[in-house]
Structure formats: C-alpha cells, structure tokens
C-alpha cells in the first residue's frame, strides 16, 4: 500500500527542502556574482540536488524499516503507508533524476554529485549505526557547494574555503539529528557518534559547532564583505535560531535549519 502523503514523509521533507533551497541559494549567489544570467544551468543543479535528496531520504527508511518498526512505528514504511518495495522504487526515481540532470552540466557536476549521494548511502546503509556515522555528512556537505559551483561552471576555487565551514556545521547537524533518535537508537544497540560520546557531550558539541561556525560567519562578512543592516540582521537571527537550540535537540535541530537559510542570505547580501 502506498499513500502520496507516506511518499513525501519518506524523503524527509523538512531538511531535503532546506539543502534544496540552499542549493538553490547559493547557485543564485555564485552566477549573480559572475555576472551570468540565471537560466538553465541553476535549474538542472538544483534539480540534480533534488533527485539525491530524494534518493537519500527514501533510502534511509527502507534501511531503517526493521528500526522503525520498534522504535518508530508510525513511519511511512512500518505503518504501511508505503511498501518496502515503494521506497527503493523512489530511491531509484531519485537517482534517475540527479543523473538527467546532471549530465548536461558536464563531467564533473556529475562525479561530484556521485560522490555526494554515495556518501549519503553508505550512510544509510552502513555507517549510520557505527562510531563513524559523522563521515558522510562531512563528505557529502562538504562536497555540496563544489557540485553547485561546477554545475554552474563557476571556477571551484571561488567556494574552495566553504568545506571549512560546512564540515563543522554538518557535524553539529548530524549530532542534532540522531540526538532526536537516542533512545531509540539506545534500545537497538546502535553505536552512531552520539551514542558513543553520550547525550550530555553530544548535545554540548554540536551547541558549541554550530555557535563556533555562526560566529566565524560574522567575522568573515565583516573582514571580507561589506555587511549592511539586512545582512548583519539576518546573521543575528540565524545565531539566535541556533542559541535557542540549547534547550533541547529538537529544537538545536530546527534553528540549524533556520540559521542554515539565514546565513546564506546574509553572505548574499554582504558579498552581492
């Protein structure tokens, strides 16, 4: 049995529409700032994104059906909302659209888009339950902005800096993320990073990632950009979203997600 509302909850709707809507953000930075016109190459890459999106969200339940169905029965596959069967036909949609997509944009759009979805699938598959569970969200969001940069053709130098910030602020979202899981994860015998260092530390080190990465964000727009009032608001904000997160990992989980979108339009503004 397959439902249409079980399809979207399977991608993961909240976090694929954020890195989507980054994607899509900073491949309208990267060709506003070249000076080329938004067209049809931004298109493709953030439909490139989309498709692993797609493909990692659908991949991770059926991964995580045997979990779920104990500690998180009310998800698309467990509940029956979708077949085991429905979620890698989706996955398979997901990595057909990433490759269509990529294609046109040439060689290395689409190797570094490869690298990224199999990153995030071995996630899925193997690493998410072990000590190294952190790995591929390094590997696969720090590759984001070189894949957006070569879709557009832009020189990768130009973003050539971003791993150092997104690594660490990726490290803090995966943290966030599995933190929200932990005592199902606890009960399973999973061994994710969170699990190995503990709540306490955990919840402590993704805070203290994601408020370093947040004020590193500030000094670079006012040494490197010109950061009028717009910009340096939506930096507050985006710090804000993240300093409220210490009440608990659902909520470090969403301001990650706000400051994400916050910090990027910030950039824009201080650098366009």
Known sequence: MTSTVGLVRLIHPAPALAVITLSAAL????????????????????????????LTGALNDWADRDRDALAQPSKPIPSGAVSPLGALLLAALGVLLQVAASIPLGPMALLLGLVASASASAYNLVLSRTPLSVLPYLVSFGVLPLWVAAGLGVELERVAAAPLLVGPFAAAAHLANTLRDFDGD?????RNLAQVLGRRAAFNLAWALAMTVGATV???????????????????????????????????????????????????????
Do not use: E, F, M
């Not at 606890?186 to 999973?190: E, H, N, V």
């Not at 409220?244 to 969403?254: D, S, V």
């Open 218 to 272: 500030g000094v670079a727009l006012v040494l490197g950009g010109q950061p009028g009032l717009p910009a340096t608001l939506l930096g507050a904000a985006g710090l804000a979203a993240v300093a409220q997160g210490i009440a608990g990992a659902q909520r470090l989980w969403y301001g990650l997600l706000v400051a994400a979108v916050a910090w990027v339009a910030a950039w824009a503004l201080a650098t366009g």
């Open 27 to 54: 491949g309208a930075i990267l060709v506003t700032q070249s000076g080329q016109p938004i067209g049809t190459r931004l298109l493709l890459t953030t439909l490139a994104v989309a498709g692993s999106q797609v």
């Open 186 to 190: 606890a009960r399973i015998g999973s």
